[in-house]
Nanobody, 115 residues
Framework: QVQLVESGGGLVQPGGSLRLSCAAS????????MGWYRQDPGKQREAVAL???????NYADSVKGRFTISRDGAKNTVYLQMNSLKPEDTAVYHC?????????WGQGTQVTVSS
């Protein structure tokens, strides 16, 4: 069974940094595309960063140059390094993968950017 567990969220001041982690089980993060999404109450869920099985990455325009997605095969974990955080980055961040016809989500981790 696929499980995704996010961690690393918290409260940070504008301009600060956080690193989110997504520990995967039941799926090999090097084999499948993995993604980070975020959702703020009242807003649509937004794809933030994606990494495919070949290691190619894609980012939302709003985070390009500030966020970096990466993965560690030995730990079966996907990361999202977030720098130069802005108040508009405040949201619950979810990890995602698709295996076959099934989409899997983690429970999410809250990121709040505020002074």
């Amino acid at each position: 069974q696929v499980q995704l567990v996010e961690s690393g969220g918290g409260l940070v001041q504008p301009g600060g940094s956080l690193r989110l982690s997504c520990a995967a089980s039941g799926v090999i993060c090097l084999t499948y595309a993995m993604g980070w999404y975020r959702q703020d109450p009242g807003k649509q869920r937004e794809a933030v960063a994606l990494i495919n099985s070949g290691g190619n990455t894609n980012y939302a325009d709003s985070v390009k140059g500030r966020f970096t997605i990466s993965r560690d095969g030995a730990k079966n974990t996907v990361y999202l390094q977030m720098n130069s955080l802005k108040p508009e980055d405040t949201a619950v961040y979810h990890c995602n993968t698709i295996v076959g016809l099934q989409t899997y989500w983690g429970q999410g981790t809250q990121v709040t950017v505020s002074s």
